[in-house]
């Protein structure tokens, strides 16, 4: 970053290819969906760049860099909040009993971790996405990320108390929805 911030525009690249996979899974995950963390990703990288100059160098670039990413994802989410929704039951063309939702491809790429199987994988992400959006942000930073409590708080602007008690909320509200989605339960599902 401190290359970046002198003017040398190849180390911004760099930090693309570094942070890349690791953001994107993150971003992926905290949005439930692959287009809206695309958009959350590009909008990361122009603010990163916007703000180089005011970047303190002594200080981790992950974490900042994860934070503007969590934020630019919550106003997306916002955004998208605002917007009509499409009716995925609405026929398609010409064709009889063709609806828009047969056409859509499910594109979730899962970790390459080696730690799970693709299936305990969608499993967590299924149960994952059941949170709450400020739960699921914690959850995601401390477990996914690995950032510390300090960290977590200093990134999201809360006190060290609400991280702690939003990470234990998260991870008895994640057993309970994994114990559903393991089970093959649904109910949950059903009910949001």
Known sequence: ??????????????IIDRYQTDLMRFLIR??????????????TFLQLHLSASRFDTSRR??????????????DGLRK????????????????????MVDLLEIDV???????????????????????SHPLREVLLLAYFQRLSYAQIA???????????SRLHAAVASF???????????????QHR
């Open 30 to 43: 905290l949005t439930g969906s692959r287009d809206a963390a695309e958009d959350a990703f590009q909008e």
């Open 80 to 99: 998208k909040s605002r917007q009509p929704l499409l009716v995925l039951s609405k026929p398609v063309g010409e064709s009889e009993g063709t609806e």
């Open 1 to 14: 970053m401190r290359q970046y911030v002198k003017g040398n525009r190849d180390a911004l690249r760099q």
């Open 109 to 131: 790429p899962t970790p390459s971790d080696g730690m799970l199987s693709a299936e305990q994988q969608r499993l967590v992400d299924r149960a994952v996405s059941q949170l």
């Open 61 to 74: 670039l992950r974490p900042w860099l994860f934070t503007i990413a969590a934020n630019k994802a919550r």
């Open 154 to 164: 200093d990134e999201l602007g809360i006190p060290l108390g609400t991280v702690k």
């Open 175 to 189: 057993a309970k929805f994994w114990q559903q989605v393991a089970s093959g339960d649904n109910s949950e599902d």
